[in-house]
Structures are given as C-alpha cells and as structure tokens.
C-alpha cells in the first residue's frame, strides 16, 4: 500500500488537532481580569514602598512633667567605675543568689572508651 505524503502508518493528518493552538501575530487580547489584578499588585507595592522609604513618621511630643526638669545634674554626674566598685555602699550590698558552683567537665581524654 502506497502511503501518500499526507498520511503515515496509517495516521491520517488532516484530521489531526494540534494540541497548541497559535493565535495570530497581530492579534492580541487583554484579560480584563489579569489587567485589574496585575494593577491591584502595582498599586499595593507602590502604596508600600511609599509608607516604607518615603513618608516621615509624625514625631510624638511629650510634655514632661515639672518633677523631671530638674535632672540634668544627673546627666553630668561623672561616674568612674572605681568610684562605684569601691565605695561603701557598694560594698555593703549582700549576693542573694549564690555564686553557681563549677559543674564536671568530663574525662581528659574524650575520645578513649570508658
């Protein structure tokens, strides 16, 4: 049986689907759905990137009470650590936690057998 050039082993193309189907060049379709999202992700991201790199915080402003205008001696108050490890005070304070008491550190060798 003589096959022609347009079937082969009995396989008949003319009345063969393609599995992709190619649209033309010149036509073009928009989704209006994957518009809308594709500008819904576009606006989220700008709408951060502009409350994250480019708008200033408000800067809250607190009133101190009259009880703490009085602290910038304290500001000055040179403190040496001499001065504090070495005064009475310091050194009439009493350790409620005990020390912790060193723990076993193994054998010598670790890697002989026991």
Excluded: C
Excluded at 21 to 49: H, R, T, Y
Excluded at 68 to 82: F, G, H, Q
């Amino acid at each position: 049986m003589a096959a022609g050039p347009q079937s082969h082993r009995g396989i008949n193309y003319h009345t063969l689907y393609m599995a992709i189907i190619v649209s033309e060049e010149g036509e073009k379709k928009i989704d209006v759905v994957n518009l809308v999202i594709w500008i819904s992700l576009l606006a989220i991201v700008g709408i951060a990137v502009y409350f994250l790199f480019f708008k200033k915080p408000p800067l809250v402003e607190v009133i101190s009470p009259p009880s703490y205008k009085n602290i910038d001696p304290l500001a000055k108050a040179d403190l040496s650590p001499d001065e504090v490890a070495n005064s009475p005070d310091f050194k009439a304070l009493k350790p409620y936690v005990p020390l912790p008491s060193p723990a076993s550190v193994g054998r010598l060798n670790p890697f002989l057998t026991p």
